[in-house]
T-cell receptor, first 116, second 109 residues
Framework: GAVVSQHPSRVICKSGTSVKIECRSLDFQATTMFWYRQFPKKSLMLMATSNEGSKATYEQGVEKDKFLINHASLTLSTLTVTSAHPEDSSFYIC????????????FGPGTRLLVL | GQNIDQPTEMTATEGAIVQINCTYQTSGFNGLFWYQQHAGEAPTFLSY??LDGLEEKGRFSSFLSRSKGYSYLLLKELQMKDSASYLC??????????WGAGTKLIIKP
């Protein structure tokens, strides 16, 4: 089946610094990638949707200047949390969907971010 | 390797009961989640099991057996709105999420 990876799996950073999270589709071309944020035992909150080669579409309430998303190739999307604050500490999950996969999204293992 | 198995698709009748099974092999275990996902929407949290046994929440119940690497999601009094994909997700010892491919549940009148 289709595999999606994320790197790093966990990161600890100081308040005010920026953190980049990578999401890769390993064995298929992801025309669309989604970035989610998860709070403990809560539903995934969609942050943004990105299509390869175009600007990401952000959900209401998500600051696009704070959460920079780049989907430069069919196998890689990055989420950069700029000027991170402790309230940005969370579990960030990406998913990917390709033309051949239809509506099925394949989820990554998640990245745990802790901002001190 | 790490693996989650669940049926690709199931069909059930409105008003009936359906059980969606999930088996897993992972490096360690820190809990099992069930999510519901309607087409084009974000997954919605349904349940979290970390201890063996049955957790009941309204029409939905989730069961876990850690020794067997097995869980099921039980949906009662099925409604048409329950037509969705159901995702079985395990958190491993590194707190990474291992996602099943999802079971597409089709409800017929």
């Amino acid at each position: 089946g289709a595999v999606v990876s994320q790197h790093p799996s966990r990161v600890i950073c100081k308040s005010g610094t920026s953190v980049k999270i990578e999401c890769r589709s390993l064995d298929f071309q992801a025309t669309t990638m989604f970035w989610y944020r998860q709070f403990p035992k809560k539903s995934l909150m969609l942050m943004a949707t990105s299509n390869e080669g175009s600007k990401a579409t952000y959900e209401q309430g998500v600051e696009k200047d704070k959460f920079l998303i780049n989907h430069a190739s069919l196998t890689l999307s990055t989420l950069t949390v700029t000027s991170a604050h402790p309230e940005d500490s969370s579990f960030y999950i990406c998913s990917a969907r390709g033309l051949a996969e239809g509506e099925t999204q394949y989820f990554g293992p998640g990245t745990r971010l802790l901002v001190l | 390797g790490q693996n989650i198995d669940q049926p690709t698709e199931m069909t059930a009748t409105e008003g009936a009961i359906v059980q969606i099974n999930c088996t897993y092999q992972t490096s360690g275990f820190n809990g099992l989640f069930w999510y519901q996902q309607h087409a084009g929407e974000a997954p919605t949290f349904l349940s979290y099991n970390v201890l063996d046994g049955l957790e009941e929440k309204g029409r939905f119940s989730s069961f876990l057996s850690r020794s067997k690497g097995y869980s099921y999601l039980l949906l009662k009094e099925l409604q048409m709105k329950d037509s969705a994909s159901y995702l079985c997700v395990v958190m491993d010892s590194n707190y990474q999420l291992i996602w099943g491919a999802g079971t597409k549940l089709i409800i017929k009148p």
